[in-house]
């Protein structure tokens, strides 16, 4: 029986060949990484795997050119992201645009005020 989690793959993987999304961010216990990548490689999706902690992964697929800029963030964990790229891996994703524009602003202006402080 196929464990939750891998069912969600399989549902994201219909979604993405059905146009509905160009990129996905999927998360995972670590014990399914080789699993979820066969599975990826057996439908010609590209992909990129990124530990999140000893026991969990993130595995972003989609179009080559979406996996083309998670690949150039390099393999640094969300937290770290500049308020660009927190902007533009939301945007890839599909969240709104305009909650993404707010966001990218408050990330900004936080910055901006732990720089004067400093």
């Known amino acids: 029986m196929l464990n939750t989690k891998m069912k969600v793959l399989s549902h994201h993987i219909y979604e ?3 146009g509905l999304r160009k990129l996905i961010l999927h998360t995972l216990p ?10 990826l490689r057996m439908a010609g999706i590209d992909f990129i795997t990124r530990q999140v902690s000893e026991n969990k992964i993130n ?13 150039h963030f390099g393999d640094k964990p969300f937290n770290e992201f500049t308020p660009e790229e927190d902007f533009i891996l939301g945007t890839l994703l599909g969240y709104d645009k305009i ?8 990330y900004c202006e936080r910055k901006q005020i732990v720089e004067k402080s400093a």
């Not at 909650?99 to 408050?106: K, M």
């Open 16 to 18: 993405y060949k059905k």
């Open 30 to 39: 670590a014990q399914f990484r080789l699993q979820a990548e066969g599975r």
């Open 59 to 71: 595995i972003f697929f989609g179009s080559p050119e979406c996996i083309r800029v998670i690949e």
């Open 99 to 106: 909650q993404q524009c707010e966001r990218y602003l408050r």
